[in-house]
């Protein structure tokens, strides 16, 4: 089956810096990647819809600003918490899609934790 | 109202019983229809599509009713590696929009 990764895993970080989440498709390209945020014991929720070479659309609600999403490539997508706060700290988790493949199958990253302190 | 809405169990279940349970969704023109699993602290893996004339895999049975508009999980003879959160998963333009899952345990 197709696999995506993602990095860093987890990641801890002082409130107010920066942190970078790149999420690759490692067997096809990926024109779609859709980033979603998962806080415990809660569904995931869809931040963003990430295509390659335009700009991502955010779901209402999400922030633009605070989290850069950019899809430079067809197997890259990143996502950057911008001056995170503890409040962010959540489990983010993408996912890739190819509509050459069908593209209603969403083949999920293994997701990174990010804890804010 | 929340676009997918499971009952969150946990369904506590000896080994060999059967599970079931439902998912409903509130947007009518939805398209198309999946059960995934979440193990603790990982990324969701597709368990199956849900087809409208109701799909079994190995022990699994899905069955999709578009009139009520919900869709059900069944889980024959459980075993121990059952033991997961149960997403219903509701695709409408190629978004994905989740429930927050029900919780099976399976012991022994």
């Known amino acids: 089956g197709a696999v995506v990764s993602q990095h860093p895993s987890r990641v801890i970080c002082k409130s107010g810096t920066s942190v970078k989440i790149e999420c690759r498709s490692l067997d096809f390209q990926a024109t779609t990647m859709f980033w979603y945020r998962q806080f415990p014991k809660k569904s995931l929720m869809l931040m963003a819809t990430?295509?390659?070479?335009?700009?991502?659309?955010?779901e209402q609600g999400v922030e633009k600003d605070k989290f850069l999403i950019n899809h430079a490539s067809l197997t890259l997508s990143t996502l950057t918490v911008t001056s995170a706060h503890p409040e962010d700290s959540s489990f983010y988790i993408c996912?890739?899609?190819?509509?050459?493949?069908?593209?209603?199958?969403?083949?999920f990253g293994p997701g990174t934790r990010l804890l804010v302190l | 109202r929340k676009e997918v809405e499971q009952d969150p169990g946990p369904f506590n279940v000896p080994e060999g019983a059967t599970v079931a349970f439902n998912c409903t969704y509130s947007n009518s023109a939805s398209q198309s229809f999946f059960w995934y699993r979440q193990d603790c602290r990982k990324e969701p893996k597709l368990l199956m599509s849900?087809?409208?004339s109701g799909n079994e895999d190995g022990r699994f049975t899905a069955q999709l009713n578009r009139a009520s508009q919900y869709i059900s999980l069944l889980i024959r003879d459980s075993k121990l590696s059952d033991s997961a959160t149960y997403l219903c998963?509701?695709?409408?333009?190629?978004?994905?929009?989740f429930g927050a899952g029900t919780t099976v345990t399976v012991r022994a």
């Open positions: 990430s295509n390659e070479g335009s700009k991502a659309t955010y």
């Open positions: 996912s890739a899609s190819n509509p050459q493949r069908g593209g209603e199958t969403q083949y």
């Open positions: 998963v509701v695709n409408d333009d190629y978004k994905l929009s």
């Open positions: 849900v087809y409208s």
